[in-house]
Protein backbone atom coordinates (compact mmCIF):
# COMPACT_ATOMS: atom_id res chain seq x y z
CA UNK A 1 0.00 0.00 0.00
CA UNK A 2 1.25 3.69 -0.38
CA UNK A 3 1.52 5.74 2.41
CA UNK A 4 1.07 9.34 2.26
CA UNK A 5 3.06 11.79 5.16
CA UNK A 6 1.46 15.10 5.52
CA UNK A 7 3.46 18.00 7.07
CA UNK A 8 3.12 19.84 9.37
CA UNK A 9 0.58 17.74 10.83
CA UNK A 10 -0.57 20.94 12.86
CA UNK A 11 -0.13 24.41 12.34
CA UNK A 12 -0.55 27.93 14.02
CA UNK A 13 -0.70 30.47 11.58
CA UNK A 14 -2.43 34.52 11.09
CA UNK A 15 -4.67 35.89 8.83
CA UNK A 16 -2.77 36.80 5.38
CA UNK A 17 0.14 34.42 5.85
CA UNK A 18 1.34 32.10 3.14
CA UNK A 19 0.93 28.50 3.85
CA UNK A 20 2.66 25.80 2.77
CA UNK A 21 1.66 21.94 3.28
CA UNK A 22 3.73 18.86 2.43
CA UNK A 23 2.25 15.71 1.64
CA UNK A 24 4.96 12.84 0.83
CA UNK A 25 4.04 9.58 -0.81
CA UNK A 26 6.17 5.98 -0.04
CA UNK A 27 6.75 5.77 -3.90
CA UNK A 28 6.06 7.46 -7.33
CA UNK A 29 2.35 8.43 -8.21
CA UNK A 30 3.15 10.41 -10.95
CA UNK A 31 0.05 13.42 -10.44
CA UNK A 32 -2.55 11.00 -8.94
CA UNK A 33 -2.77 13.42 -5.75
CA UNK A 34 -5.69 15.25 -4.41
CA UNK A 35 -6.54 17.92 -1.65
CA UNK A 36 -9.41 18.15 0.10
CA UNK A 37 -10.54 20.38 3.07
CA UNK A 38 -12.95 19.37 6.15
CA UNK A 39 -13.84 21.89 8.74
CA UNK A 40 -15.48 20.36 11.84
CA UNK A 41 -18.46 17.94 11.62
CA UNK A 42 -18.87 18.76 8.37
CA UNK A 43 -18.04 16.87 4.85
CA UNK A 44 -14.66 17.29 3.61
CA UNK A 45 -14.71 19.52 0.15
CA UNK A 46 -12.49 18.93 -2.98
CA UNK A 47 -9.68 21.46 -3.48
CA UNK A 48 -7.06 20.36 -5.98
CA UNK A 49 -7.04 16.98 -8.08
CA UNK A 50 -4.15 15.81 -10.50
CA UNK A 51 -2.23 17.83 -7.95
CA UNK A 52 -2.44 20.98 -9.16
CA UNK A 53 -6.02 21.48 -10.95
CA UNK A 54 -7.89 23.57 -8.65
CA UNK A 55 -11.73 22.47 -8.87
CA UNK A 56 -14.30 25.02 -10.22
CA UNK A 57 -15.39 27.02 -7.51
CA UNK A 58 -12.21 26.70 -5.34
CA UNK A 59 -10.29 30.59 -4.39
CA UNK A 60 -7.54 30.94 -6.53
CA UNK A 61 -5.53 31.66 -3.56
CA UNK A 62 -5.38 27.69 -3.59
CA UNK A 63 -2.57 26.44 -5.62
CA UNK A 64 -0.99 22.93 -5.69
CA UNK A 65 2.11 21.54 -7.53
CA UNK A 66 4.23 18.47 -7.47
CA UNK A 67 4.67 15.16 -9.06
CA UNK A 68 5.93 11.56 -8.36
CA UNK A 69 6.60 11.54 -4.76
CA UNK A 70 6.16 14.85 -3.30
CA UNK A 71 3.58 17.16 -3.52
CA UNK A 72 2.84 20.49 -2.14
CA UNK A 73 -0.29 22.74 -0.91
CA UNK A 74 -0.15 26.46 -1.01
CA UNK A 75 -2.59 29.06 0.40
CA UNK A 76 -1.13 32.48 -0.93
CA UNK A 77 -2.96 34.07 1.36
CA UNK A 78 -4.69 32.57 4.74
CA UNK A 79 -8.24 34.48 5.32
CA UNK A 80 -10.71 33.38 7.97
CA UNK A 81 -12.21 30.60 6.27
CA UNK A 82 -9.51 28.58 5.50
CA UNK A 83 -8.90 27.29 9.64
CA UNK A 84 -9.54 23.82 8.50
CA UNK A 85 -7.67 20.29 8.55
CA UNK A 86 -6.54 19.40 4.51
CA UNK A 87 -6.20 16.22 3.80
CA UNK A 88 -4.21 14.57 0.28
CA UNK A 89 -5.27 11.19 -1.17
CA UNK A 90 -3.17 9.03 -3.59
CA UNK A 91 -5.63 8.11 -6.26
CA UNK A 92 -2.81 6.08 -8.38
CA UNK A 93 -3.64 2.80 -7.22
CA UNK A 94 -5.57 0.54 -4.84
CA UNK A 95 -6.01 0.58 -1.91
CA UNK A 96 -6.88 4.63 -2.33
CA UNK A 97 -5.16 6.12 0.90
CA UNK A 98 -4.97 9.49 2.84
CA UNK A 99 -2.53 11.28 4.47
CA UNK A 100 -2.69 12.12 8.06
CA UNK A 101 -4.06 15.12 7.97
CA UNK A 102 -2.83 18.99 8.98
CA UNK A 103 -4.76 21.00 10.64
CA UNK A 104 -4.98 25.06 10.39
CA UNK A 105 -5.40 27.45 13.23
CA UNK A 106 -5.44 31.03 14.22
CA UNK A 107 -2.43 32.45 15.85
CA UNK B 1 -27.42 20.78 -7.60
CA UNK B 2 -25.44 16.89 -6.48
CA UNK B 3 -27.32 15.25 -3.35
CA UNK B 4 -25.59 12.48 -1.61
CA UNK B 5 -27.80 11.65 1.86
CA UNK B 6 -26.78 8.43 3.99
CA UNK B 7 -29.26 6.18 6.34
CA UNK B 8 -29.11 2.89 8.00
CA UNK B 9 -26.23 4.26 10.39
CA UNK B 10 -26.91 3.68 14.23
CA UNK B 11 -25.23 1.24 17.08
CA UNK B 12 -24.48 -2.05 16.69
CA UNK B 13 -22.66 -5.06 18.88
CA UNK B 14 -19.32 -6.38 17.87
CA UNK B 15 -19.90 -9.20 15.74
CA UNK B 16 -23.26 -7.81 14.25
CA UNK B 17 -23.67 -6.47 10.58
CA UNK B 18 -25.30 -3.34 9.31
CA UNK B 19 -26.36 -1.91 5.88
CA UNK B 20 -25.94 1.77 5.01
CA UNK B 21 -27.98 3.29 1.77
CA UNK B 22 -26.76 6.67 0.07
CA UNK B 23 -29.97 7.96 -2.28
CA UNK B 24 -28.32 10.04 -4.93
CA UNK B 25 -29.59 13.06 -6.94
CA UNK B 26 -28.74 16.14 -8.85
CA UNK B 27 -26.11 13.45 -11.32
CA UNK B 28 -26.51 10.46 -13.49
CA UNK B 29 -25.88 7.92 -10.93
CA UNK B 30 -25.16 4.97 -13.57
CA UNK B 31 -22.44 6.97 -15.38
CA UNK B 32 -20.20 7.12 -11.94
CA UNK B 33 -18.01 5.63 -9.34
CA UNK B 34 -18.91 5.69 -5.98
CA UNK B 35 -17.49 5.35 -3.17
CA UNK B 36 -17.13 5.25 0.57
CA UNK B 37 -14.93 6.36 3.10
CA UNK B 38 -15.07 6.38 7.20
CA UNK B 39 -13.52 8.81 9.32
CA UNK B 40 -13.16 7.57 13.34
CA UNK B 41 -14.05 9.98 16.33
CA UNK B 42 -11.24 12.48 16.25
CA UNK B 43 -9.06 10.84 13.39
CA UNK B 44 -8.59 11.28 9.79
CA UNK B 45 -9.92 9.90 6.67
CA UNK B 46 -9.92 5.75 6.01
CA UNK B 47 -10.95 5.39 2.56
CA UNK B 48 -13.50 1.98 2.70
CA UNK B 49 -14.56 0.63 -0.97
CA UNK B 50 -15.76 1.43 -3.95
CA UNK B 51 -17.93 0.29 -6.62
CA UNK B 52 -17.26 0.82 -10.72
CA UNK B 53 -19.89 1.98 -13.01
CA UNK B 54 -22.14 -0.66 -15.28
CA UNK B 55 -19.25 0.09 -17.85
CA UNK B 56 -16.65 -1.61 -16.03
CA UNK B 57 -19.24 -4.27 -14.98
CA UNK B 58 -19.51 -2.91 -11.74
CA UNK B 59 -16.39 -4.52 -10.05
CA UNK B 60 -15.29 -3.46 -6.66
CA UNK B 61 -12.16 -2.57 -4.72
CA UNK B 62 -11.83 -2.60 -1.16
CA UNK B 63 -8.88 -1.50 1.77
CA UNK B 64 -7.38 -3.77 3.41
CA UNK B 65 -9.13 -3.47 6.79
CA UNK B 66 -12.75 -4.13 5.49
CA UNK B 67 -11.95 -6.78 2.54
CA UNK B 68 -14.10 -9.94 3.28
CA UNK B 69 -16.59 -8.24 5.84
CA UNK B 70 -18.09 -5.20 4.25
CA UNK B 71 -19.99 -5.23 0.10
CA UNK B 72 -20.20 -2.17 -1.49
CA UNK B 73 -23.48 -2.46 -3.99
CA UNK B 74 -25.51 -0.35 -6.19
CA UNK B 75 -28.66 -0.04 -7.77
CA UNK B 76 -28.64 2.37 -10.52
CA UNK B 77 -32.44 2.10 -11.07
CA UNK B 78 -33.24 3.44 -7.46
CA UNK B 79 -29.68 5.65 -7.63
CA UNK B 80 -29.03 4.38 -4.72
CA UNK B 81 -25.35 3.10 -3.11
CA UNK B 82 -25.56 0.49 -0.01
CA UNK B 83 -22.83 -0.77 2.24
CA UNK B 84 -23.01 -4.06 4.03
CA UNK B 85 -21.07 -3.98 7.15
CA UNK B 86 -20.72 -7.92 8.66
CA UNK B 87 -18.56 -9.29 11.63
CA UNK B 88 -18.42 -5.34 12.85
CA UNK B 89 -15.62 -4.68 15.60
CA UNK B 90 -15.21 -1.82 17.88
CA UNK B 91 -12.37 -0.26 15.25
CA UNK B 92 -15.44 0.04 12.49
CA UNK B 93 -16.58 2.95 14.99
CA UNK B 94 -16.77 6.07 12.63
CA UNK B 95 -18.62 8.32 10.47
CA UNK B 96 -19.50 6.89 7.08
CA UNK B 97 -19.62 8.77 3.99
CA UNK B 98 -20.61 8.36 0.69
CA UNK B 99 -18.99 10.26 -2.39
CA UNK B 100 -18.69 10.28 -6.13
CA UNK B 101 -15.59 9.97 -8.08
CA UNK B 102 -15.68 11.03 -12.16
CA UNK B 103 -13.43 10.05 -14.68
CA UNK B 104 -12.69 13.47 -15.35
CA UNK B 105 -10.36 14.50 -11.95
CA UNK B 106 -10.09 10.63 -10.16
CA UNK B 107 -11.13 12.26 -7.21
CA UNK B 108 -14.28 12.21 -4.73
CA UNK B 109 -15.97 15.26 -5.92
CA UNK B 110 -18.67 15.45 -3.96
CA UNK B 111 -19.74 13.99 -0.42
CA UNK B 112 -23.00 13.07 1.68
CA UNK B 113 -23.26 14.49 4.88
CA UNK B 114 -21.77 11.51 6.69
CA UNK B 115 -23.87 9.05 8.62
CA UNK B 116 -22.15 7.67 12.36
CA UNK B 117 -21.85 3.93 13.11
CA UNK B 118 -20.58 2.71 16.48
CA UNK B 119 -19.97 -0.27 17.81
CA UNK B 120 -20.42 -1.44 21.05
CA UNK B 121 -22.08 -3.78 23.50
Known amino acids: DIQLTQSPSFLSASVGDRVTITCRAS??????LVWYQQKPGKAPKLLIY???TLQSGVPSRFSGSGSGTEFTLTISSLQPEDFATYYC?????????FGGGTKVEIK | EVQLVESGGGLVQPGGSLRLSCAAS????????MDWVRQAPGKGLEWVGRTRNKANSYTTEYAPSVKGRFTVSRDDSKNSLYLQMNSLRTEDTAVYYC????????????WGQGNPVTVSS
Open chain 1, 27 to 32: QGIRSS
Open chain 2, 99 to 110: AVTTVTTWALDY
Open chain 1, 89 to 97: QQVNSYPLT
Open chain 1, 50 to 52: TAS
Open chain 2, 26 to 33: GFTFSDHY
